[in-house]
């Protein structure tokens, strides 16, 4: 049932939906279809000249048609590609019966439709590769038209490139647009590779609670439920770390996790409040080793994926091959501005923001006025791979006080084009101080930052059994996928970003409220 007044040719489409039932043609068959090939793979292992010709029985969309009398042309898309059809009346339809040709596929198959084929495949005088039809079965009735791209010298006319409607409708992008479908291919790629790095150095992949009793990991803003049962709050994790440790504490020899995280925050081009993190703990290692490690992981990768450690983004060519500069955080600041931060108070940080033009609130300590002059004036800088090392501890409540300065930590995040890419620690695993940290943590919330952490009793608690030194490290795999297939926005590597909802829905939704609130006066 049509839940969208129905247009012309939706309409059309119902028509020829029920004339295929009328002549006994099932438009959705149940049974299973016997695919022998697929149009890539046919392309490439033709033979010209080969006997006999080979037979294959391919299953896919009608993208285009081209109706000649007794013979026709179509192109047939399945998920490898397209290929071309050529169907001829006289092969298609037994003795003197022309009516499928005539009727069903002349009048009632459309574009955007899925049909079987059964046939042989030959290269025409055009010397196109090509399917010759001896059977057609019809698989499943397409209701709505898709967009028809249309071109002209070579140029593409109402192509499906609004942005809105392709987030949306991702399952017409899919379709029509060629280079999509990659973009996901190389995505599931990169997430193979990462998964087989660490399989090789016999690290163990894990799976953690995405419901939470307390937000920790990181310092963001949750996502709050309600157990019904339990009768309590819950919250979608902003990250799996304290898990991921609990399980050192537990003795494996390193774990990690690909893990969607959840923070109720702002949605730009690089943020999604719904994303995809790995992260990865291993004892005995600290951020030195990590750094060594992660270069080796992201060059197997982008060979994996591209072939090639280089990609191009946008202006730039990005070279992932090791060895990457390795940048304190106070050099970084005082190469870009001039200001030195070592030893500087939260009012003498205050009062270079505010010097800058840079924006601060009074909630906000000496890490995070820290981290905002580093985001503001340095970070964009960093187009190559470049680990930022030793952060200053206000900054980093997880991490080990660093061996040679207390007052810094021993912590880098690598940065890409501008952006930052991984965030890894030598891990605190000093019980007393972690909680000391946590306090001032939760005074910090006390002034006012609602993305402060709070103190995790249980994770303390496990500290207290003895967790060996580790480094951790977690990296951003929608911006990972983003640099390797070269795209600008973080939607273009979600298969479903989240997306207001339409204007059309709001409407109805806020009738239906209307509709219930007058049902609701009249009892």
Request: hydrophobic residues 35%.
């Amino acid at each position: 049932m049509a839940n969208h007044e129905l247009s012309e040719q939706e309409i059309v489409r119902r028509k020829s939906l029920e004339a295929l039932r009328e002549r006994g043609i099932d438009p959705y068959p149940a049974a299973e279809y016997p695919v022998t090939g697929h149009t890539r793979e046919i392309k490439e292992n033709f033979k010209d000249g080969e006997e006999p010709l080979r037979e294959v029985t391919v299953a896919g969309r009608i993208m285009s048609r081209r109706i000649m009398g007794k013979a026709s042309f179509m192109e047939l898309q399945d998920a490898d590609g397209r290929i071309q059809v050529y169907v001829s009346r006289d092969d298609i339809c037994p003795g003197d019966d022309k009516e499928f040709y005539n009727v069903v596929f002349k009048k009632l198959l459309d574009i955007g439709d899925f049909i079987g084929v059964k046939g042989y495949v030959f290269r025409t005088q055009m010397g196109e590769i090509t399917i010759h039809a001896q059977e057609i079965t019809v698989l499943a009735k397409s209701l709505r038209p898709l967009p028809v791209v249309k071109m002209k010298d070579g140029k593409a006319y109402d192509a499906f490139t609004d942005p809105e409607l392709r987030y949306r409708q991702r399952y017409v992008d899919l379709v029509v647009n060629p280079g999509v479908r990659d973009i996901f291919v190389k995505r599931t790629k990169m997430f193979n590779s990462m998964r087989e790095y660490f399989n090789a150095h016999g690290y163990l992949e894990v799976d953690t609670p995405v419901l939470q009793s307390i937000p920790g990991g990181a310092s963001a803003r949750p996502f709050i439920t309600h157990h019904n049962a339990l009768d309590i709050p819950l919250y979608l994790r902003i990250a799996n770390e304290l898990f991921l440790k609990r399980l050192i504490v537990g003795g494996f020899e390193g774990v990690y996790e690909f893990s969607r995280n959840f923070r109720n925050e702002g949605m730009d081009r690089t943020h999604n409040p719904e994303f995809t993190a790995m992260e990865i703990y291993v004892p005995y290692k600290d951020y030195n080793w990590m750094m060594d490690f992660t270069e080796k992981m992201l060059e197997k990768i982008a060979l994996d994926v591209n072939g090639t450690t280089k990609v191009q983004f946008g202006d730039h060519e990005i070279d992932f091959k090791p060895p990457y500069p390795r940048i304190t955080m106070r050099d970084a600041i005082l190469d870009k501005t001039g200001f030195d931060i070592n030893g500087k108070s939260e009012e003498e940080l205050r009062s270079f923001c505010r010097q800058a033009g840079i924006d601060t609130d009074p909630s906000m300590g000496k890490g995070k006025l820290i981290d905002e002059i580093f985001g503001e004036k340095c970070e964009g800088s960093y187009i190559q791979p470049t680990f930022i090392i030793d952060y200053p501890i206000e900054m980093s409540p997880l991490t080990k006080r660093h061996r040679e300065n207390p007052e810094l930590t021993e912590r880098f995040e690598l940065m890409v084009n501008g952006k930052e890419l991984a965030n890894a620690y030598s891990e605190l695993n000093d019980p007393i101080d972690q909680y000391e940290r946590f306090v001032e943590q939760m005074r910090l919330a006390d002034k006012g930052d609602d993305e402060a952490m709070v103190i995790d009793a249980d994770f303390i608690r496990a500290l207290e059994y003895g967790m060996p030194p580790t480094s951790g490290m977690g990296i951003g795999m929608d911006r990972l996928a983003m640099l390797l297939t070269g795209q600008p926005t973080i939607q273009e590597v979600l298969l479903f970003p989240q997306m207001r909802p339409e204007k059309k829905q709001v409407k109805e939704e806020e009738g239906a409220e209307g509709e219930a609130a007058g049902e609701s006066n009249k009892e």
